[in-house]
């Protein structure tokens, strides 16, 4: 008798709610064995037990990706082996940057930059000797926001941060492009979930569901996206975008000063 094919392994940070919530779910409904992550324990053992009555294997695994240790037992699990890497987890820290409490902005920069390079590095250096698997990262529309208007901003280091993971996704994807690997960066817009109530902010008159969010997601996983933007109707303006990126790149790398940055004459 032949032995089932093992179900694939996805692992999701911020599991307990919103986005990550909605990417273990409907990752279990395609199939996928889970090992979910978040700092509230009940949350994901109630995840894990609805889960599992539908025979899908579930690993909690409760660790808060701002603490060391936390971020290495979830590095450690993911160097053991999963076929898909969801970085999900995030918190908002939206106010004034000249009142952000420096603890806060480290903890934004511990969970959007330090926990997404040190996982993303463990899931790539465990897939690539397979020559397969997939890690996607949650960025957000505010990636894109430094030139435009919307007035009091309050929330510089957070957009900083997602910009940081769009620009490094990118790259990584560029780099195992032709390894077998496939890497994402998903930019949602507003999304209904508890995010703006834990962050003390009314929620947007207009928002997306989690649900939608990772159904574009996948489907762009499986076209071969590496920047999708949930909401985006004309793809071309990703594009156009890469097309501004580049052409910075050429016009802005050239020995000579432009010409007004030259010290007057006489």
Same mark, same amino acid.
């Given at each position: ?43 994901? @053992?109630? *995840? !894990? $037990?609805?889960?599992?009555?539908? +025979?899908?294997? &579930?690993?909690? %695994? =409760? ?5 060391? @240790?936390? *971020? !290495? $037992?979830?590095?450690?699990?993911? +160097?053991?082996? &999963?076929?898909? %890497? =969801? ?180």
């Amino acid at each position: 008798m032949a032995t089932p094919a093992a179900r694939p392994v996805a692992l999701v940070t911020g599991a307990s709610s919103g986005v990550g919530h909605a990417y273990a779910r409907q990752l279990a409904e395609g199939g996928w064995d889970l090992v979910p992550v978040a700092r509230r324990a009940p949350r994901l @053992a109630a *995840l !894990a $037990a609805s889960l599992g009555s539908d +025979g899908i294997s &579930v690993e909690p %695994l =409760v660790a808060d990706l701002t603490d060391p @240790a936390g *971020l !290495a $037992a979830v590095e450690e699990r993911v +160097g053991r082996g &999963v076929d898909l %890497l =969801v970085n999900c987890a995030g918190f908002a820290g939206y106010m004034p940057f000249v009142e952000l409490p420096p603890e806060v902005a480290s903890s934004l920069i511990d969970i959007h930059v330090r926990a997404v390079t040190r996982l993303t590095g463990a899931a790539v250096r465990a897939m690539l000797p397979r020559r397969r698997g997939a890690v996607i990262n949650v960025a957000s529309l505010l990636a894109f926001s430094e030139s435009a208007v919307l007035g009091r901003f309050n929330r510089a280091t957070y957009a900083a941060c997602k910009a940081f993971i769009v620009t490094f996704t990118q790259l990584v994807a560029q780099e195992v492009r032709d390894q077998g690997l496939r890497v994402q960066v998903c930019c949602p817009g507003a999304v209904v979930s508890e995010f703006h109530d834990v962050a003390g902010v009314p929620r947007p008159p207009a928002a997306m569901s989690p649900e939608e969010v990772v159904s574009a997601s996948l489907r762009a996983l499986d076209a071969g996206e590496v920047v999708c933007v949930p909401g985006l109707e004309d793809p071309t303006v990703v594009e156009r975008y890469h097309d501004a990126q580049r052409e910075m790149l050429r016009q802005g790398n050239r020995p000579e000063l432009a010409e007004r940055y030259r010290a007057a004459a006489g």
